[in-house]
């Protein structure tokens, strides 16, 4: 699986985003799929995860009541919706896939052996 993540941009505060994630290759059914953000100088931090069929979900305390993962496995991809977006929410954000089990989420970085290149989500008035 390769994965390509898009929709970043720059925004105001409280202004909202949606980030795409795609797999060009191969089906993404069997696999548990994450978003994770680095901002600058900062450690990469879990986002968000969603299990093969979409109906478990994990978020990181930040995220909770503001972004909302979901997927399409039709068309091989993930979305993260941002809503409310703040200033501390500046940071690449790069989507990731493990092959996992029905109903598994994953929210380590360091369980996730796939990656996609990042993209830029920029908060600033």
């Known amino acids: 699986v390769q994965l390509q993540a898009s929709g970043g941009g720059l925004v105001q505060p409280g202004e909202s985003l949606r980030l795409s994630c795609q797999s060009s290759?191969?089906?993404?059914?069997?696999?548990?799929m994450g978003w994770f953000r680095q901002a600058p100088g900062k450690e990469r931090e879990f986002v968000a995860t969603?299990?093969?069929?979409?109906?478990?979900?994990d978020y990181a305390d930040f995220a909770k009541g503001r972004f909302t993962i979901s997927r399409e496995n039709a068309k091989n991809t993930v979305h993260l919706q941002l809503r409310s977006l703040k200033a501390e929410d500046t940071a690449v954000y790069y989507c990731a896939a493990k092959q996992g089990v029905t109903g598994q989420t994953i929210n380590s970085k360091n369980l996730y052996d796939i990656w996609g290149r990042g993209t830029l989500v920029t908060v600033s008035s």
């Open positions: 969603i299990s093969r069929g979409g109906t478990v979900r």
């Open positions: 290759e191969r089906s993404i059914v069997p696999y548990v």
